[in-house]
C-alpha cells in the first residue's frame, strides 16, 4: 500500500510502520496528486488534508497531528527543502490544521519562516500572517501560544491584542485590523478599532475586505452582531451586488445559518 493511501486512511501505527521500513518515504516527494498537480511533501500533505480537494469543501480530519509525529521521527524535514514555496507549518496555518501546526512546532518548526514571494498564498507571508488571513482562528492561537511574533496592526487584530499598534497605523491598515478582528471574532479588538474612529462600514481599498461582509461570508455570527451593534449597514452591496446575506447564504456551517438568522430581517430587498 502506497503512503498516501496509508496518510489517508489516518493510521499513524501503519504509517510508522511503513517508514521504519522505507524511512525515505518521509521526505520523498508525493506525486499525481488529486488537486495538487505539483504534488507534496508528506508533510505538506498531511497539513493540507482538511480541505477535500474532490469535493471541494472543508471537513474535520482526526489523527493528523499523530501523523505528522511519525513524519517527524522518520526524518521529514520540519522545515521543508529550499525548493518548496511554503514549509509544512506555513501550509497547516493556510489550511488550519492546528494539531499538525502543534506537531510541527513540537519538532522545531521556525515560526518566522517566510513563504516565497511567488507563492500561491500570501507571498512572503510568514505562518502566522497566513492564519490570520485565511481566517485559522486556532491555529493563530497555537502560534501566538508558541511566541510568534506579530507583525503589524493586522495581525495584531487577529491575534486579539492591538495595545500599541493604533498609534503607528495607517487608516487603510486599521481598516485591514478591523476586517481581520470580524473574522477572526474578537470583539474587543472590533470594539477598541471603531471607538479609535475605524469606520465600521469602509472597505479595505488595498484587498477589497469588508467588515460585515466577511463576517457574513465566514459564518461569524458573534463578529455580525458586535459589528451591527456598531452601526454597521447589513444592506450594502459589494462590487458583484451581494448582501452580506447573499454571502452567508452561499456557507454550509452552523455559523453561516446563525448569521442569516441574524441578517434576514434586516436586509432590504432593494438593497443598495
Known amino acids: 500500500m502506497e503512503l ?28 499525481r496528486l488529486s488537486g495538487h498537480p ?18 471541494g469543501e472543508w471537513r474535520d480530519v482526526e489523527g493528523t497531528g499523530e501523523l505528522a509525529r511519525a513524519l517527524l521521527a522518520a526524518g521529514a524535514p520540519v522545515d521543508g527543502t529550499p525548493d518548496e514555496q511554503e514549509t509544512p507549518l506555513i501550509t497547516a496555518a493556510s489550511y488550519g490544521d ?5 506537531a510541527l512546532i513540537e519538532g ?3 515560526l518566522e519562516a517566510r513563504a516565497a514571494d511567488d507563492s500561491g498564498g500570501v507571498p512572503g507571508g510568514t505562518a502566522l500572517l497566513h492564519a490570520a488571513v485565511f481566517g485559522m482562528t486556532d491555529v493563530v ?23 500599541g499598534w493604533l498609534g503607528r497605523s495607517s ?26 474612529g475605524t469606520p465600521v462600514d469602509d472597505a479595505d481599498p488595498a484587498f477589497g475586505g469588508h467588515p460585515l461582509r466577511t463576517a457574513a461570508s465566514n459564518g461569524r455570527p458573534a463578529s455580525v452582531r458586535r459589528l451591527l451593534a456598531h452601526g454597521a449597514n447589513p444592506n450594502l452591496r459589494d462590487e ?9 447564504r452561499a456557507g454550509t456551517t452552523s455559523g453561516h445559518r446563525a448569521v442569516e438568522e441574524i441578517l ?4 432590504s430587498d432593494d438593497a443598495s
Open 264 to 267: 434576514t430581517p434586516i436586509t
Open 240 to 248: 458583484q451586488r451581494r448582501t452580506p446575506l447573499d454571502l452567508c
Open 171 to 196: 487608516a487603510d491598515g486599521r481598516v485591514r485590523a478591523l476586517v481581520m478582528a470580524a473574522d477572526h471574532q474578537r470583539l474587543e479588538v472590533i470594539d477598541v478599532l471603531v471607538a479609535a
Open 98 to 102: 492546528a494539531a499538525v501546526a502543534r
Open 38 to 55: 505539483g504534488g507534496a511533501s508528506p508533510l505538506g500533505y498531511v497539513a493540507m488534508q482538511r480541505y477535500d480537494t474532490v469535493r
Open 108 to 110: 522545531g518548526a521556525d
Open 4 to 31: 498516501r493511501e496509508i496518510l489517508d486512511s489516518g493510521d499513524a501505527v501503519r504509517v510508522a510502520e511503513l517508514l521504519a521500513e522505507d524511512p525515505g518515504l518521509a521526505s520523498a516527494r508525493m506525486e
Open 141 to 163: 492561537d497555537v502560534l501566538v501560544a508558541a511566541e510568534a511574533q506579530v507583525n503589524g496592526v493586522e495581525e495584531a487584530a487577529a491575534v486579539g491584542d492591538v495595545a
